[in-house]
């Protein structure tokens, strides 16, 4: 017996034990590494901006020696070369030592592929990250988590600036530099530099092993709190299985009428759309064939005229007046057409049409505010059609508005008129697409684009008229009017 069979076979109450268990297993792995992610990108976001801190500080220190100390203290001590006072790096690093006494762990490192002190040169890691910058030139930060002497570290490193000229009097020929830096560093390291390339970064290394090992604590603790309530849930459950199930299942019943409700608005709008778009591909048909079967006509029976008893022509001639009654007879079934019109309140229209699409907004993230006008908004109309019609703008306003946005509803009137306005703050349209959309066929949506068209020609059944104002990013405004009483056209 498989295990489709087996699961089949249980009693109701285990068969909702054995889902609640399969939920728990399967949920258990996906919770913990999401919040291990969340909790680590977390330590991880904080690592980073400590590290900008420190290396912005650093850097600070570097350029306050390079361009306001050293200039002065060369100025009141010409020939002179102090090294606590006139060495970036030097500077840096002290402040660096300093700074860093209170803080045990962290890291801070001018690391140099051609360093003058011993200290700054850079390991073999530290290596690979300054090549990085040298062969990047547009590279200037590099950061991960690496692991260290058994701990982990969050590391943020910063390029240094270019070899510059008035760096060659310290870097360049040993020869020329100040006698108390070859005294102090000797004059091995540290020399023949050139303009223009990267030897060294500033890198800090935040340790995180320690947030890292809380993330971790933090999930376990986690994922015994969500054991423990979801143990006593299915507890609370199992105790009032029966009431439950039968709430169950009369909430399936609820749901299958509601569903079946909207399978047959569905088929009702797939219909009436399938006919009106059949209706609108056959228009524009019979006009595209009206105006050459016209000139066909005309030019045949001036031909036949001319020739008096050509039969070629007298059969061109035939043919082209049968063709000019198909499409007389398609105008005439056009006219004929009459759709059942009544005074309807629009108010009524739009709560139910947002009813049932509602939900499916929520589930998407976006807001929806509905602004009913106070008194009823009573014109002429087909209920089913203006419903297809509300119901096809509010579908294509979700389409186009991402989660997080919002979507409203209102309506309104004056004396003369009722309108509608739907307004998303979606992702909006060119003026080229603006001026296309009504065009048959046409969509902004990668498929067959019939849905507009249609809901302009329904507005104009109902002599109405649709007015759209869009914007690339902004959003898009949907605006419906109806005359309250019908007049006819002078």
Not at 114 to 132: C, H, L, M
Not at 329 to 334: G, I, R, Y
């Amino acid at each position: 017996m498989s295990l489709r069979e087996t699961f089949r076979n249980l009693n109701a109450r285990k068969r909702f034990a054995v889902v609640i268990i399969l939920i728990y297993i399967v949920s258990i792995p996906i919770i913990s590494a999401i919040t291990y992610y969340i909790l680590k990108q977390n330590a991880v976001d904080s690592a980073y901006n400590t590290a900008r801190l420190y290396l912005a500080s650093f850097e600070a220190a570097r350029h306050y020696v390079g361009d306001e100390l050293r200039p002065v203290l060369q100025r009141e001590m010409p020939g002179k070369f102090i090294v606590e006072g006139m060495s970036r790096s030097y500077v840096a690093g002290s402040i660096a030592r300093k700074v860093l006494q209170d803080i045990p762990g962290y890291i801070f490192k001018n690391a140099s592929l051609n360093p003058r002190n011993p200290k700054n040169s850079a390991d073999e890691f530290e290596r690979e990250i300054i090549n990085g910058f040298r062969d990047k030139k547009d590279g200037k930060e590099w950061r991960g988590l690496i692991e260290r002497n058994g701990y982990h570290y969050y590391v943020l490193a910063r390029s240094g600036s270019p070899v510059e000229g008035r760096c060659l009097q310290c870097h360049g020929d040993p020869a020329a530099a100040p006698k108390e830096m070859i005294e102090r560093y000797g004059a091995t390291s540290g020399f023949n530099m050139k303009t223009g390339e990267i030897v060294d970064a500033l890198i800090a290394y935040i340790p995180v092993h320690i947030p890292l090992l809380s993330a971790r604590k933090t999930v376990a603790v986690f994922i015994g709190i969500y054991t423990f309530f979801l143990g006593i849930v299915f507890w609370l459950i199992d105790r009032r299985f029966d009431w439950f199930y039968e709430r169950i299942e009369s909430d399936k019943k609820t749901i299958e009428g509601v569903s079946s409700e909207v399978l047959n608005l569905n088929r009702e709008m797939e219909d009436i759309i399938a006919e009106r778009t059949m209706g609108m591909v056959g228009m524009r048909i019979a006009d595209s064939l009206r105006n050459p079967l016209t000139i066909i006509g005309g030019l045949s029976r001036q031909l036949l005229k001319a020739a008096d008893k050509d039969e070629k022509l007298r059969v061109i001639l035939s043919e082209c007046r049968k063709m000019e009654k198909i499409v007389a007879d398609f105008d005439e079934l056009l006219r004929s057409k009459r759709f059942l019109f009544k005074r309807e309140d629009l108010n009524e229209i739009v709560i139910f049409t947002t009813r049932f699409e509602e939900q499916g907004i929520k589930d998407r993230g976006i807001g929806l505010s509905v602004s009913l006008y106070d008194k009823p908004l009573m014109f002429n109309a087909n209920r089913q059609l203006i419903k297809i019609a509300v119901r096809h703008i509010i579908n294509n306003a979700v389409d186009a508005t991402p989660s997080g946005g919002k979507i409203s509803v209102v309506t309104g009137g004056g004396e003369d008129a009722v309108f509608l306005e739907v307004t998303d703050t979606g992702r909006g349209m060119t003026s080229e697409e603006l001026h296309r959309i009504f065009e048959p066929f046409y969509s902004t949506k990668g498929r067959i684009g019939v849905g507009l068209p249609l809901v302009r020609q329904i507005i104009t059944e109902h002599m109405g008229e649709v007015m759209i104002e869009s914007k690339p990013d902004t959003g898009t405004m949907v605006r419906f009017t109806f005359p309250i009483r019908w007049k006819e056209k002078g």
